[in-house]
């Protein structure tokens, strides 16, 4: 990692000694910031805004003018992948993701094509290299993509849901059209991962956000055996350097065993687990990324710094912690308040290493 300037993010991932706790934060170039909301408005839409390399490296960067943040992660969306096999995604306003062809029928499912992240996804891979140029090595830069799970969520129902009774109902009356859907994407996934580490990014990371909808033994089966194989086909990075990889599930506490012995690097924590009880679980396998209750930012900067605190001390002393929110922040939360967040966690984890 001599390229990085600052290659903290990547040490704590691999669990090596760092000099403090590094922090980022998940959605953390968005709404928040007004100067998103500007370039989002000269983008036309979000998904013009994805699609367009030059916008989405200005709006990566943008949080990293304002914060001392360890990390940049490449400005997408996790719906980039169904959206390039054909069915037709758009955003309808205070509704979140819609999509025109929804999978409800054995023929489609069966006719799901797999894209070459080069060619339908390209734009992704631009943005990427041009991110990397224009960071010049400050700091690591990373990169992602929906669980197979996940996606397949949204791709079933159409759109975002509370309870995902279409995909649910399909999973117990079809699971083989499920799983039909979850071996496309998985293969997806990772070829689109690879496609993302050959460009250049330093770490990726998959976002399970739906899994902790499952039971415990829908979990194994529909999510967890997916993956396991997305980390087990990862690369590695140039010169043979390692791509340290983190696995998210929102609401996936009691499986943080599991999910750990996917082999990958990481484990993301939601901020309903506790991350003392977490390091105790698997902290001696894998580094643990988390997990402050992302509304505490709308309190006051002494709460922050407490709440930032108290974190800190559950993880303890030591390696292989990253600091972020236990899920995206909210679009609602005031940028000066995550400015006051990442320089408590660089001063407050000092004696922690």
């Known amino acids: 990692m001599s390229r990085l300037k600052n290659d903290t993010l990547i040490r704590a991932l691999l669990r090596q000694p760092t000099p403090y706790t590094p922090v980022w934060i998940m959605r953390q170039a968005g709404r928040y910031l ?42 997408s969306d996790i719906l980039t992948i169904p959206d390039a096999m054909g069915l037709g995604l758009y955003f309808a ?13 054995q023929d489609t499912i069966h006719r799901l094509p797999i894209p070459d992240p080069e060619e339908q996804l390209g734009y992704v891979l631009n943005a990427v290299r041009q991110i990397q140029r224009a960071l010049a090595g400050k700091v ?6 929906g669980s197979p799970f996940t996606l ?32 496309t994407n998985c293969r997806a996934v990772t070829g689109y991962l690879n496609a993302q580490i050959n460009a250049g990014v330093d770490a990726v990371m998959i976002f399970d956000t739906w899994g902790g909808i499952l039971s415990t033994p829908a979990f194994r089966e529909f999510s967890l055996a997916y993956l396991e194989r997305i980390i087990e086909g990862l690369s590695g990075g140039e010169n043979g350097e390692p791509v ?14 599991d999910i750990a012995a996917t082999g990958c690097d990481a484990v993301g924590v939601d901020w309903t687990t506790d991350i003392g009880a977490a390091r105790a679980l698997i902290g001696r396998d894998v580094a643990l990324q988390g997990n402050l209750d992302p509304a505490v930012l709308f309190s006051s900067p002494d709460v922050i710094r407490k709440e930032t605190q108290q974190v800190l001390s559950a993880f303890g002393p030591g390696g292989g912690h990253v600091f972020n929110l236990g899920h995206g922040i909210s679009q609602f939360a005031p940028p000066e308040h995550v400015g006051v967040l990442v320089d408590a966690v660089h001063e407050l984890s000092r004696p922690f290493h």
């Open 244 to 257: 340290p990889s983190i696995v998210f599930t929102k609401g996936g506490g009691q499986w943080l065993k």
């Open 93 to 105: 306003e205070g509704e979140g993701p819609r999509f025109d062809r929804p999978l409800r029928d």
């Open 34 to 75: 007004p100067e998103y909301n500007r370039t989002r408005s000269r983008a036309g839409s979000f998904l013009d805004l994805c699609r367009n390399p030059d916008l989405a490296t200005e709006v990566t960067l943008q949080p990293l003018s304002r914060f001392a943040l360890d990390a940049a992660i490449v400005f």
């Open 152 to 183: 397949a969520c949204y791709m079933v129902e159409g759109g975002s849901s509370t309870d995902f009774h279409v995909l649910k109902a399909m999973l117990y009356a079809r699971p083989d059209l499920v799983h039909h859907i979850l071996d």
């Open 140 to 145: 690591p830069l990373i990169g992602f993509a």
